[in-house]
């Protein structure tokens, strides 16, 4: 399913909301476009339930997928 995730396709949780926009792959994590902080967030792919269109659904809710992208960037 990876191969499937472009840059600039749209991040949407399980329950809908909007998660962020991809910026690229590093290993087994989406990385997302910068914050306002200027950081860029991760998710990891096994958090993906499919690829449809320009949309990365996500197979957890947006408040899962929020805490996950704002834990300290991790060295890869």
């Not at 998710?43 to 320009?54: N, R």
């Amino acid at each position: 399913m990876s191969d499937q995730i472009r840059e600039h396709m749209t991040v949407v949780a399980s329950d809908g909301e909007h998660v962020g926009i991809v910026d690229g792959l590093e290993g087994d994590q989406i990385k997302l476009t910068r914050n306002e902080e200027g950081m860029h967030r991760f998710l990891p792919l096994v958090c993906v339930a499919e690829v449809e269109g320009d949309e990365v659904r996500l197979s957890i809710s947006g408040a899962e997928a929020q805490r996950q992208a704002d834990e300290p960037e991790a060295p890869l």
